[in-house]
């Protein structure tokens, strides 16, 4: 692994709102001036640096900072006032200190809480929902509290009960722990939380654990007016496992794949955006892992509504659906796509709104894109590429 030292150049804002996050670009002055972003794992330190490609300019700051591979990721908040920036420590300290001004934006408040893991932050998390509900309604704002405040805190007091995590018994390992209390998902319809669990995790947190996390659970969504609905463990399907960091090369490689097999130069905008330079050609690349269960499901990939709203603006757009174990990929039309939206299942509503798109294998058939609303499957085959 490199440690050579990068040094902060500046930031881009993705969004184009002026406040908000912004992504921290650095260089390494003595191999090349090319641009980088941190890959940040799930302890908040940064793991890799890889390149940066981006048509919006980049801000360029006039602080020093250097960074390495294992140290704590960079943080850059940019607001009226001036930004917030460093490490988790730095921004939490300057939050503390600047709250009434970072209140005064629900959306920004959010945006801090959530990449610094800041939690006992109930009447900020407040303001946002109410903010969040005016705009795109009340299923939208509880799918966006399940999603960034409810799902994480349970993951948080899982990994805390476990005694034998220093010690782990015959029937699973550390990592196997961990992969699968980043399955645990909360879901709250109608004022009432359900919370979805992998079947694997029943015993291995114990009937104390279960009743403890019960109580805070039960005291946490007081504060929303929901109902606890109790636990849902799920033996079904599981996913394979995949080092997080494979999903960036995967991306890369598919999405080269597909450029090279129709003569497109492609270059990277995000993590999941790739444009021809032209701005003719845009491509949204996701990946899923296998579900080995005994169902009809193989692999899920969910479409959003930004993602549809950014390939429109070209005038030929594609999503990328890879399957991580296969190397196989489904370049699909966006026409072909929005074709099928209306007999999809969708969540959430306005611009956090996304479709489940499900390939399933139904009898000796498979690579089938599941139509619920209509109860068919569609034929992917002509769409499909390995790489």
């Not at 209140?103 to 408040?109: F, G, L, R, S, V």
């Not at 004022?191 to 669990?197: I, K, Y």
């Not at 114990?206 to 946490?220: A, C, E, H, V, Y």
Request: glycine share 8%; with cysteine; proline share 5%.
């Amino acid at each position: 692994m490199s440690t050579r030292a990068t040094k902060l150049y500046g930031v881009v804002n993705p969004t184009g709102q002026d406040d908000g996050f912004h992504v921290p670009v650095f260089i390494d002055p003595e191999r090349s001036n090319h641009p980088l972003v941190q890959i940040v794992n799930e302890q908040n330190h940064i793991e890799a640096f890889e390149p940066f490609f981006t048509a919006i300019n980049i801000k360029v700051v006039d602080f020093d900072v250097t960074k390495k591979v294992g140290d704590p990721a960079f943080w850059y908040f940019e607001l009226k006032a001036g930004p917030l920036y460093g490490d988790i420590e730095d921004i939490q300290s300057q939050f503390q200190r600047r709250r009434i001004e970072v209140e005064d934006n629900p959306h920004i408040a959010l945006q801090i809480l959530t990449a610094c893991k800041m939690e006992e932050q109930e009447a900020t998390i407040q303001a946002v929902r109410n903010s969040l509900s005016k705009s795109i309604g009340r299923a939208g704002a509880n799918a966006w509290l399940d999603t960034n405040v409810i799902s994480p805190r349970i993951r948080g007091w899982m990994d805390k009960f476990p005694r034998w995590l220093d010690k782990p018994p015959r029937t699973g390992r550390k990592s196997d722990f961990r992969f699968l209390t980043s399955k645990v998902l909360a879901v709250t319809s109608d004022d009432r939380t359900a919370v979805l669990v992998p079947e694997a995790l029943k015993s291995q947190i114990g009937d104390k654990g279960w009743k403890d996390i019960t109580t805070q659970l039960t005291s946490l969504l007081k504060l929303f007016e929901f109902q606890f609905g109790g636990f849902t463990f799920l033996g079904g399907g599981t996913f394979q496992k995949t080092a997080p960091s494979d999903v960036p090369l995967l991306k890369r490689e598919a999405v080269s794949a597909f450029a090279k097999t129709n003569g497109l130069s492609l270059r990277q905008m995000t993590k999941s955006y790739f444009e021809a330079p032209s701005g003719g050609t845009r491509v949204v690349c996701t990946f899923s892992s296998r579900y080995e269960g005994k169902g009809k499901r193989k692999y899920w990939f969910g479409y959003h509504k930004t993602w549809d709203r950014w390939l429109e603006g070209s005038s030929e757009g594609f999503l990328l659906l890879g399957c991580k174990d296969a190397r196989l990929c489904f370049a699909l039309p966006q026409n072909f796509v929005r074709a099928q939206l209306p007999n999809l299942r969708s969540t959430g509503t306005g611009k956090d709104q996304y479709w489940h798109l499900d390939i399933v294998d139904v009898g000796g058939k498979k690579n089938l894109l599941d139509v619920p609303r209509l109860r068919e499957v569609i034929a992917l085959s002509e769409f499909a590429f390995a790489f």
